[in-house]
């Protein structure tokens, strides 16, 4: 039982435009969601939070959208740069301050 | 600042051979600790992980075991290891509250 999905394995997208990546859960005890980016052979690296008091959060170019009736949040990055081009990881927070994990999508950006 | 190191970054070993993965974490105390595993098209899968010295919660039974010997010290061990134990480990840590946590670099672990 997935409690945070991932649809999207792969994203292609052009440099300079917006990429957006999509999250959904089931749980509704959710109370705090991140995004985390990762390299190839390196841990994940943490790049943005959202509290589901908020729907809304922005950090230069990343901004993540928070939909509680739909359970859905979604990272945007404004305008896509090669360096972007890596796994994103969607996460939840759970019990004991676990956080339950999406299966990533992988984003290409492309030249 | 806060720091984690995990070590080796990379290890091959022989099917049925001991394993032993260590992770240290510098400039907290009393750390969340977690082991975790990356799966292929399973995301990051959630080993262990632990509230304090000796305090070990596991999220899947399996071949492995961890164990908390000082405050920032957390260890993955295997007494024989399986094909299927080969993967990507990662260690984390994090302060509780709202739950972000910080990789170690992580182990790339080849069971041969």
């Known amino acids: 039982d997935q409690q945070v999905k991932q649809n999207s394995p792969s994203l292609s997208v052009q440099e300079g435009r917006i990429s957006i990546l999509n999250c959904d859960y089931t749980n509704s005890m959710f109370d705090y969601f991140l995004w985390y980016k990762k390299y190839p052979a390196e841990g994940p690296t943490f790049l943005i939070s959202?509290?589901?008091i908020k729907d809304k959060n922005e950090d230069g170019r990343f901004t993540v959208f928070l939909n509680k009736s739909a359970k859905h949040l979604s990272l945007h990055i404004v305008p896509s740069q090669p360096g972007d081009s890596a796994v994103y990881f969607c996460?939840?927070?759970?019990?004991?301050?676990?956080?339950?994990w999406g299966a990533g999508t992988k984003l290409i950006i492309k030249p | 600042s806060q720091t984690i190191h995990q070590w080796p970054a990379t290890l091959v070993q022989p099917v049925g051979s001991p394993l032993s993965l260590e992770c240290t974490v510098e400039?907290?105390?009393?750390?969340?600790l977690y082991w975790y595993r990356q799966a292929a098209g399973r995301g990051l899968q959630l080993l262990f992980y632990s509230v304090g010295i000796g305090q070990i919660s596991s999220e899947v039974p399996q071949n492995l075991s961890a164990s908390r010997p000082q405050d920032r010290q957390f260890i993955l061990s295997s007494k024989k290891l399986l094909l299927s134990d080969s993967g990507f480990y990662l260690c984390?840590?994090?302060?509780?509250?709202?739950?972000?946590?910080?990789f170690g670099q992580g182990t790339r672990l080849t069971v041969v």
């Open positions: 400039g907290t105390s009393n750390p969340n």
């Open positions: 996460a939840a927070s759970g019990r004991n301050y676990q956080l339950i």
């Open positions: 959202i509290s589901s």
């Open positions: 984390a840590w994090s302060s509780g509250g709202q739950g972000e946590a910080f």
